[in-house]
């Protein structure tokens, strides 16, 4: 069978002026609403399950359905693109996504919940990678360094900004609102759309399905991501079920890679690693992402379980990342039209590094908020260096009909590091914990006498042996978990700085920017 394509016709000019501002407001409405789905429904999993009736660990389904459809979901945006149109995939996307919204805002079981979660998370694994080649594509190439300097603004403020409105949400109205406040979103996004790219519907080629790729891809992907996701709630490997989803993933990744490779037209292009550039900058993003992520995710756990934060303080903590970010973000896209990429990409890397050490040296049971804030308000402007420089280094030389394909494989590599870096970090943070307790537990003998004088000065205060005795234990583990994590935080620094290295093993021609096309 042969590929068959919807006559050619040539491309509509580049969006100028106000119209273009409003593309990128428009895309970059979805992209906020998609990736705040991914975290705003963190903090609600027990106001969820308290009014479904479940338990809270059946409630963290939740969150993994949505992941796990939207990781399959993400690769398929090449292909599915190619079939159909990236404009027509693009509003499909959004109308199904504003109704799932409302369908989970709507649910009185887990079970109609998971379900309309499973469809909105498919749906948002496309909103991301288009959002990103319609606004590559439609952008002047002296205008792309901006909108991607604006796209990445959205997709990283929007994680720090979704635990942080989800548990205000919860906390003052009802926990269906953290969905129902998608549709008016969605609704104009949709509406946008179809205004704004009317006429500009993508050369379609009906290629061949690849059934074969797409069953072993969704098999490989939901396995891994079901993995990663339960991992530490099972105990890892200790677990049958963790095994047995390990071996599926690693057994169908493997004939998914050999199939890809040979298939005529694959449903993920893997020849995109045959561009220097991209597979340079994928990784980077995807290793630089992963590990901003899992420390987005560190940092409310140990204030929330560690220094006594509440949900709402601790995305105060987090928040003040996105002031500078949304500041210095269409001023570094500027400078990209001037500057090597390069020179932006592994500095706001090295800035990600410098706010880990800091972290390391300041997390401690007696950190105000006002310290705790600084590392976030530095980090902002290296988020600002981040996206957008990252992805003009790895669309240089990408054709202009492989977009939707490039973005989708990058966005599935940066939101797979996510999770892999995250499980680890939170695994591995457990671990050292009980390790510095131990430690601390060995120091206790040759602090007797001052233990002693302190059990017998809290006695004085009326409370008994049991009491000062179980307050000791909590210190031991509020200082071990802490310890802990700063280790985290440090070694993540030391990563950090061997990935903005990695950047500069690119060569220009870049995309957009200095050697733009």
């Known amino acids: 069978m042969t590929a068959t394509s919807a006559p050619a016709s040539s491309p509509p000019a580049h969006f100028t002026g106000m119209v273009w501002v409003l593309m990128l407001v428009v895309l970059s409405l979805t992209n906020f609403m998609e990736v705040l789905d991914i975290s705003i429904a963190n903090v609600s999993i027990n106001s969820i399950s308290g009014a479904l009736g479940v338990s809270p660990n059946e409630g963290t389904w939740v969150i993994t359905s949505y992941t796990v459809a939207n990781a399959v979901a993400v690769p398929l945006t090449g292909w599915l693109s190619a079939r159909f149109g990236q404009v027509r995939m693009f509003r499909l996307a959004i109308a199904i996504f504003t109704f799932a919204s409302w369908i989970c805002g709507m649910s009185f079981t887990l079970s109609m919940l998971i379900s309309a979660r499973v469809l909105q998370g498919a749906v948002a694994g496309f909103m991301i990678p288009l959002s990103q080649a319609l606004m590559i594509n439609n952008s002047a190439p002296k205008n792309r360094t901006i909108a991607l300097a604006v796209w990445g603004m959205t997709v990283t403020v929007a994680p720090i900004a979704g635990p942080l409105l989800g548990g205000w949400i919860t906390d003052n109205y009802h926990w269906s609102w953290i969905f129902f406040i998608n549709v008016p979103a969605g609704l104009l996004a949709l509406f946008g759309t179809i205004q704004l790219f009317k006429g500009r519907e993508t050369e379609i080629k009906k290629n061949p399905i690849d059934g074969v790729g797409v069953v072993l891809l969704i098999i490989w992907v939901g396995s891994l991501q079901i993995m990663l996701d339960k991992g530490n709630e099972l105990d890892w490997f200790d677990s049958p079920v963790v095994v047995t989803l390990t071996v599926i993933s690693a ?41 901003f992520f899992a420390t987005v995710v560190l940092m409310p756990l140990v204030l929330q379980t560690q220094i006594g934060y509440t949900a709402t303080w601790s995305g105060r903590v987090t928040a ?49 908020i006002y310290t705790l804030m600084g590392p976030q308000l530095l980090q902002g402007v290296g988020l600002a260096m981040f996206f957008g420089p990252l992805i003009s280094i790895n669309t240089g030389g990408i ?33 050292r914990a009980d390790l510095h307790r131990s430690q601390l537990v060995e120091q206790i003998p040759q602090a007797g006498t001052r233990i002693n004088d302190a059990v017998n000065a809290f006695n004085g205060s009326g409370l008994g042996t ?29 990563i950090l700085i061997a990935v903005a290295g990695i950047i500069w093993f690119a060569r220009p021609p870049f995309g957009g920017g200095m050697g733009g096309h």
């Open 251 to 291: 057994l169908c990744f493997c004939l998914f890679v050999a199939w890809e490779w040979t298939e005529a037209f694959p449903v993920v292009d893997l020849s995109l690693l045959k561009y220097r550039n991209y597979t340079v900058g994928v990784t980077a993003l995807g290793l630089g992402y992963g590990l």
């Open 320 to 368: 003040p990342m996105g002031v500078f970010a949304i500041i210095f973000s269409p001023i570094v896209g500027r400078l990209l039209q001037k500057f090597d990429p390069r020179i932006f990409a592994s500095l706001g890397i090295g800035i990600f590094a410098v706010c880990s050490f800091w972290r390391s040296a300041i997390y401690t049971t007696g950190s105000d």
């Open 466 to 494: 049991t009491q000062v005795y179980g307050f000791v234990d909590r210190l031991l583990s509020a200082q071990s978990y802490l310890l802990s994590a700063n280790d985290m935080f440090w070694l993540s620094g030391v």
């Open 399 to 431: 054709p202009a009909a492989k977009m939707a394909a490039a973005s989708g494989l990058q966005n599935f590599a940066r939101m797979m590091m996510g999770s892999f870096a995250t499980s680890i970090i939170v695994t591995y943070w457990d671990h």
